[in-house]
């Protein structure tokens, strides 16, 4: 009996001992890919750094134009305001 028992515990040792090296394995490949992972993303983030500032700056200058452009639609409907009542105070006086 205790050398059946002793048998079962070394093949359970053994596999576990081997299953545990599987294990480390497994954690080492993972490890791996997640550090080149981070080092793809960090890649992307310096070369996307660019672009982005490029995209802000051009929706910054659109901003500004856009605020240019208000500006000269309000004056020029203030002028058309102006001019439409001094239409109306010459077609008062003629009549």
Same mark, same amino acid.
């Given at each position: 009996? #205790?050398? *059946?028992?002793?048998?079962?515990? +070394?093949?359970?040792? /053994? #596999? &576990? +001992? #081997? &299953?545990?090296? /599987?294990?480390?394995?497994? @954690? *080492?490949?993972?490890? @791996?890919?997640?550090q080149e992972?981070?080092?793809?993303?960090?890649?992307? #983030? =310096?070369?996307?750094?660019? %672009?982005?500032? !490029?995209?802000?700056? /051009?929706?910054?200058?659109?901003?500004? $134009?856009?605020?240019?452009?208000? =500006? $000269?639609? %309000?004056?020029? +409907? !203030?002028?058309?305001? $102006? @001019?439409?009542?001094?239409?109306?105070?010459?077609? /008062?006086?003629?009549?």
């Amino acid at each position: 009996m #205790e050398d *059946k028992t002793f048998e079962l515990l +070394s093949r359970m040792y /053994g #596999e &576990f +001992s #081997e &299953f545990r090296e /599987g294990t480390e394995e497994f @954690q *080492k490949n993972i490890t @791996q890919k997640v550090q080149e992972n981070s080092n793809h993303i960090i890649r992307l #983030e =310096n070369e996307l750094k660019g %672009d982005i500032k !490029a995209l802000y700056d /051009g929706y910054k200058q659109t901003y500004e $134009k856009l605020n240019v452009l208000e =500006n $000269k639609v %309000d004056d020029i +409907s !203030a002028k058309i305001e $102006k @001019q439409e009542v001094e239409i109306k105070v010459i077609k /008062g006086g003629k009549v």
